[in-house]
C-alpha cells in the first residue's frame, strides 16, 4: 500500500507540474494584449450580428424577418476563420507584433465608429432600410436624405467597411487588413452602382440630385 501511495503521490506532482507548465506556455503565448484583442474580436462579432437582428424585427416585424438578417454568410464566416487563424500564426511566431497597443487600439476605435454610422444608418432609414436590394419599389420605401444621410448616401455600407477593415486592424492582422479592405471594397464599389440603378428608376432626378450633392461613404466610389 505504501507504494501505491508513493506512485499516487508521485503522479500528482508530476500532474501539478504539467498543469503549471502548460499554463505558463499559455501565458507566453497569449499575453495581456493579445488576449484582450481576441475577446474583443468575439465581443465585437457578437454585438454587430445580434443587434443588427433585433433592429431587423422592430423595424420590419418577426414574420419579415430571417436567419439572413443576421448577416452571415459562407464567404463572411471564411474570412473571419482565415483571420483568427493569421491572428493564432502571428502569436506563436511572432507575439511581438501583437504588442501594437496603440495600433490595436485605433482598430477598437474604427469598430466602435463604424458600428454606430451603421446603427445610425439603420434607425434613421427604418422600414426603408432592408439587408437585400429592393428592385420593386414599395410604398415605405422613401427616399431618406436627413440625418447621418445628410453627409453619406450609404452610412450602412460605409459603417460596415469601417467596421470590418478596424476589426484586423485591432488584431494587428497585417495581411487580413489588406484583404478586408480590397474585398469589402470590391464587394461595396459592385453592389453600389446596382442599388443606385433601381434608386434613381424609384426617386428619379431626386435622386440624382442628391448623388451629385452627397459622396456616397466609400473611397474611390462615386
Known sequence: MSFLKDIFIDSEAHFVVLIVQSSSTFSELFGYTACRQLLQMFISIIFFHVSEYILALVFHGKLNVSFKSLLISKHYVLAMICSLIECLIEIYFFPGLKEYWWISNFGLAMVVLGEIIRKLAIVTAGQAFTHLIKVYHEENH???????????????????????????????N???????????WKFFSGRIPYEEFFLKQFFGSDYEDYMRKVPSGIPLVR
Open 174 to 184: 497585417p495581411i487580413s487588413t489588406v484583404a478586408f479592405t480590397v474585398v469589402v
Open 142 to 172: 422613401q427616399l431618406v436624405t436627413n440625418g447621418i444621410y445628410r453627409f453619406v448616401r450609404h452610412p450602412g455600407y460605409c459603417g460596415f467597411f469601417i467596421w470590418s477593415v478596424g476589426t484586423q486592424i485591432m488584431l494587428c
